[in-house]
Structures are given as C-alpha cells and as structure tokens.
C-alpha cells in the first residue's frame, strides 16, 4: 500500500492485492454507489465510489450494508446509522489531528498538522476538531506544543498533558494540602461521567485522600479558570487555591 500526499490537501492510496480480491472490492463499492444513485443524488459514480470507500473504512458504522436508495448529503458517503457504532468488523478508524490551541480559538492562523499527512490550513483543522466524529482533536500550547486537550474523545490523559499538569500543580490541589503531585491522582473536575472533558481547564491532581473525599460527595470542585480550584467543604465554605508559580 503506498500513500502520496499531495500539495493540495488531497492524497493518492495505492493498494497492491490478489486480483479476486481486487475484483471482489470494486464490485462492492460499485454496487453501494449505484444504491445511492436516484434523481437527487448530483454527485457522479466515481465520486460516490470514493465517498462509499472513505466513510466504510473511516466512519463507525455498526452494518456496512446499505439498505435503501435514500440520497446521502453532499460531501458523505454510504455510512448507515452515522457514527458512533463499534467499527466496520470491529475496525475503527483513527485519525490524530493536531491543532494549536490559538488557531482554534481564531486568534492565530499557525497550521494545524494531520498525522499521516502533514501540516494542513487552519481553517481545515478547526472544521476537523469541531465536526469530524473520526478524528481525534489534539490541542497544543502555542509555545510548548505539549497537549492541552482531547476534548471527549478519550478519558485517558495523554503523557505529554500529564507532564505539563504535574509542572502546574506541583501538589494536590486541595487546600492546604501538599502532597506531591507526582503522588496524587489526576481528577476530572467535573467528572467524565458528566460530560467533563480530558482537557488542562478541566483536570487537577487531588491526592488519593482527597479525591475519596470528592467521589463520596463530602467535598465539591470546579475549575472555573483553567488551573484555578475552587474546593466547597461540607460544611459549605469555599476555599480557591491557584497553582504555585514556577521557580524562575
């Protein structure tokens, strides 16, 4: 299999197979286009055959087989029940697009990077980490590059983002509390089970004690600026702590 991107945010994938599996391959895109072919339907049948290739190997479909010949909108393929099944034969694509932090917030215009491809234009990599349900939104520091989020698309902390918290935090974010951070738990303020996403605004080390405390409801958290805690004790008191400046 050879990939060649081009200079025009487009790419070329040759695929080198049996000659029966070629066949059986191009008989089966060709009979998924034509199902999507009707009077409404303006694209060509060579660009519903790319459109059905991209969205069976790229989208989370639960069935592969259409049923039907409903239109499917302009710029999609054939993926039945939209995403968010469990992968074509348990095969899910993922695909990592990296984006500055700055240039998702439209204050800078420095290029996103797809991974497999290359740097890309920063109006594509906001539309991808806004909208695209087979992409992975990585965002990064503007001066470290390290990431500051994942957003929801997975509950685990990255390496790099752990790093980073851990030179925020210094300790548990409790107050009064400092036990290294080294030694304490990564927390989802507002928890994943919630929505809460895996983002630095959004997480904080809390040592082993403390975040017992939170998961049986005695103290509460939020995060009102990133790296800001604002801890509510049972009693209902409110304390805010802030990060400890780095040493110069």
Same mark, same amino acid.
């Given at each position: 299999?050879?990939?060649?991107?081009?200079?025009? /945010?487009?790419?070329?994938?040759?695929?080198?197979?049996?000659?029966?599996?070629?066949?059986?391959?191009?008989? *089966?895109? $060709?009979?998924?286009?034509?199902?999507?072919?009707?009077?409404?339907?303006?694209?060509?049948?060579?660009?519903?055959?790319?459109?059905?290739?991209?969205?069976?190997? #790229?989208?989370?479909?639960?069935?592969?087989?259409? #049923?039907?010949?409903?239109?499917?909108?302009?710029?999609? /393929?054939?993926?039945?029940? /939209?995403?968010?099944?469990?992968?074509?034969?348990?095969?899910?694509?993922?695909?990592?697009?990296?984006?500055?932090?700055?240039?998702?917030?439209?204050?800078?215009?420095?290029?996103?990077?797809?991974? /497999?491809?290359?740097?890309?234009?920063?109006?594509?990599? *906001?539309?991808?980490?806004?909208?695209?349900?087979?992409?992975?939104?990585?965002?990064?520091?503007?001066? +470290?590059?390290?990431?500051?989020?994942?957003?929801?698309?997975?509950?685990?902390?990255?390496?790099?983002?752990?790093?980073?918290?851990?030179?925020?935090?210094?300790?548990?974010?409790?107050?009064?509390?400092?036990?290294?951070?080294?030694?304490?738990?990564?927390?989802?303020? @507002?928890?994943?089970? *919630?929505?809460?996403?895996?983002?630095?605004?959004?997480?904080?080390?809390?040592?082993?004690?403390?975040?017992?405390?939170?998961?049986?409801?005695?103290?509460?958290?939020?995060?009102?600026?990133?790296? @800001?805690?604002?801890? +509510?004790?049972?009693?209902?008191? $409110?304390?805010?702590?802030?990060?400890?400046?780095?040493?110069?």
């Amino acid at each position: 299999m050879d990939f060649h991107p081009d200079d025009d /945010g487009m790419a070329w994938l040759n695929v080198y197979l049996p000659a029966e599996k070629a066949v059986a391959i191009d008989g *089966r895109l $060709t009979r998924l286009s034509r199902a999507l072919q009707c009077p409404e339907e303006t694209r060509t049948l060579a660009q519903l055959r790319t459109d059905v290739l991209t969205d069976l190997l #790229t989208h989370t479909c639960p069935d592969p087989t259409i #049923t039907g010949t409903g239109t499917a909108p302009a710029g999609a /393929g054939a993926a039945p029940g /939209g995403a968010g099944g469990a992968g074509w034969n348990g095969i899910q694509a993922q695909v990592h697009v990296t984006v500055p932090v700055l240039t998702l917030l439209d204050v800078d215009d420095a290029p996103g990077e797809l991974e /497999g491809y290359g740097p890309i234009d920063p109006d594509l990599a *906001r539309r991808l980490a806004a909208h695209a349900p087979s992409f992975t939104r990585l965002l990064t520091h503007p001066e +470290t590059g390290a990431v500051l989020s994942v957003g929801r698309d997975t509950y685990t902390v990255p390496a790099d983002l752990k790093k980073w918290l851990r030179v925020r935090d210094r300790t548990c974010r409790h107050p009064g509390c400092n036990r290294s951070a080294a030694a304490a738990e990564l927390d989802h303020t @507002i928890p994943w089970s *919630r929505a809460g996403t895996t983002a630095h605004n959004n997480l904080a080390h809390l040592c082993r004690r403390h975040h017992m405390l939170k998961s049986q409801g005695l103290w509460h958290y939020n995060q009102p600026s990133p790296g @800001i805690i604002t801890a +509510t004790s049972p009693a209902g008191r $409110t304390y805010q702590t802030q990060p400890e400046p780095v040493p110069g």
